[in-house]
């Protein structure tokens, strides 16, 4: 597993992360025992970054993380945790809370459900309307000179509010969504990032499942399945999007490689200060998307990847209304 610097002032981590919120239900069902076991795959085969948000499963992600993680050297892995959103108990979604004290809150949670002392990056899930960013870094840089987190990230946020964000303290990435169909952020977002030294840890590079080449229409999703409410799964658009993941399929096939694998090896091609996020819940989805690191494209393929799935050919917006609405990315 290569390993490299997260930004410029960032931790060490694995080419490639876990990134481990289906395993609380958020694309339906799941099974706590596999998902413990998907952790412990990934941490053996050399992942380091684990990924999580304090509001998956309203604290059950990290509650699982922190039992699978238990016997494991505090220095062999880095735990990225995103906060800030509000959930009710029936799991709908209230919004975002980013205030200093809200930091510090949410904080103490998470240090107690996985069970360590530290987080290795901490980042808002949003940006908070209501609180200037400038105050959320802050309080989340006390935080650091307290020992409590070690560095910090952002989410979904545009070019602005990262530059903002970087003049309170350094930022070693940006969490955002990256995928063939999902490439918003090579209208700026990218530039601003890498010329303020920032990495991408990319989330969504199969598009929830859309585009791993397992997903057909006859897939049953329970109404908590974010899939349920993505305009990108709703009728009039799932049969253009899935013609798009049949061409990528034969340009797979002609590699010898998964669809899956060549999305990843896709996003893995667009920089060595891009990290993608693999969203495994299973060990063999895992070990299917862990191939992808000796998946090597060249222009040739580059080109009829590209054919297959040309930027911006995806139809429906990768979330619903509410939810696009609340990323500063977007605007």
Same mark, same amino acid.
């Given at each position: ?11 060490? /981590? ?7 919120? !289906?395993?609380? !239900? ?17 941490? #053996? ?8 948000? #304090? ?11 922190? *039992?699978?993680?238990?016997? +494991? ?29 809200? %930091? ?29 960013? *400038? ?13 409590? /987190? ?17 003049? /309170? ?62 305009? +990108? ?5 799932? #049969? ?16 010898? /490689? ?35 690191? #000796? ?13 297959? %799935? ?22």
């Amino acid at each position: 597993m290569d390993i490299r610097t997260l930004g410029k002032t960032g931790p060490k /981590v694995s080419a490639v992360g876990l990134g481990c919120m !289906g395993m609380s !239900g958020m694309y339906g069902p799941s099974d706590r025992a596999e998902g413990i076991a998907t952790i412990h795959a990934a941490l #053996d085969a050399g992942i380091t970054l684990l990924d999580t948000g #304090d509001f998956y499963g309203m604290g059950h992600n990290e509650m699982l993380i922190g *039992e699978a993680l238990k016997g +494991r050297p505090r220095d062999s892995y880095q735990l990225s945790v995103k906060f800030g959103g509000l959930r009710a108990p029936d799991g709908s979604w209230c919004g975002f809370d980013a205030r200093p004290a809200a %930091v510090k809150n949410f904080l103490s949670y998470s240090l107690q459900r996985l069970g360590v002392d530290h987080i290795d990056i901490y980042r808002p899930a949003r940006l908070d309307p209501n609180v200037p960013i *400038e105050d959320t870094i802050g309080a989340i840089a006390e935080m650091v000179e307290k020992g409590y /987190v070690r560095h910090i990230g952002l989410s979904e946020v545009g070019s602005e509010t990262i530059r903002r964000a970087a003049a /309170v303290h350094p930022i070693a990435d940006l969490q955002i969504e990256y995928s063939l169909v999902s490439r918003g952020i090579e209208d700026g977002i990218l530039d601003t990032c890498r010329a303020l030294g920032i990495d991408i840890t990319a989330y969504g590079i199969l598009s929830r499942g859309l585009i791993s080449g397992h997903w057909s229409k006859d897939s049953i999703a329970a109404p908590t399945d974010f899939r349920s409410h993505s305009p +990108r799964f709703e009728q009039g658009n799932i #049969d253009a999007n899935l013609a798009l993941v049949e061409a990528l399929r034969r340009v797979a096939e002609a590699k010898g /490689v998964t669809v899956a694998q060549i999305a990843i090896a896709w996003v893995a091609a667009q920089g060595q200060d891009i990290v993608p996020l693999i969203g495994a819940r299973r060990r063999d989805r895992l070990a299917e998307a862990l191939g992808a690191l #000796d998946v090597r494209l060249d222009k040739a393929d580059l080109e009829a990847i590209e054919r297959a %799935v040309p930027r911006g050919a995806a139809q429906g917006d990768r979330y619903n209304a509410w939810g696009m609405a609340t990323l500063d990315s977007e605007r």
